[in-house]
């Protein structure tokens, strides 16, 4: 959902923003309203605060459990190296862990799910045959399958059955 929830935002500052709009001329009432303007802009030395509670509320129990490892990490690195780059750091730590997570989970993939003569499902992988040039040793290729039943083997020859 958008900030405005769809509506066109409007300023608050109105026609003194600009400071053309301020030199053609301000009443009384635009000059007290401008000077509150900017004394409401300067923040307390205390702000932005942070409230444990809402952010309880605004992010979901499961949500604060995968989460839980990294921020136990970000609170130790926070006194040490200060809050902005511990963040970073814990950004770039749960990225590794990802990309970490995704490799392993490839790797188990073709490991065990690789499509050979038993399954009908998996990823086919499948070598193409090396490219041999004139004048290097090999040239003309030729191929190691001898018989028609070689080729579509899927593994079935040297199958332990």
Not at 5 to 34: H, Q, Y
Not at 87 to 110: M, N, P, Q, S
Not at 115 to 127: I, L
Request: charged share 25%; proline share 7%; glycine share 8%.
């Amino acid at each position: 959902m958008s900030q405005t929830a769809g509506v066109k935002p409007m300023t608050i500052v109105g026609r003194v923003a600009s400071e053309r709009e301020r030199c053609l001329g301000m009443t009384d009432a635009e000059r007290a309203w401008r000077k509150q303007w900017l004394k409401d802009q300067v923040l307390a030395p205390n702000e932005p605060v942070y409230v444990e509670e809402y952010w309880k509320e605004r992010i979901n129990p499961i949500r604060r459990f995968y989460r839980k490892p990294l921020d136990v990490i970000y609170n130790a690195l926070t006194p040490v190296l200060g809050a902005q780059r511990a963040a970073d750091y814990r950004y770039i730590t749960g990225k590794l862990g990802i990309i970490a997570f995704g490799i392993l989970g490839v790797h188990y993939y073709f490991k065990y799910n690789g499509n050979n003569w038993t399954k009908k499902g998996g990823w086919r992988v499948s070598k193409t045959k090396p490219m041999v040039l004139p004048g290097q040793p090999g040239f003309p290729f030729k191929s190691e399958r001898t018989l028609d039943s070689d080729y579509a083997n899927r593994g079935f020859k040297s199958s332990p059955i």
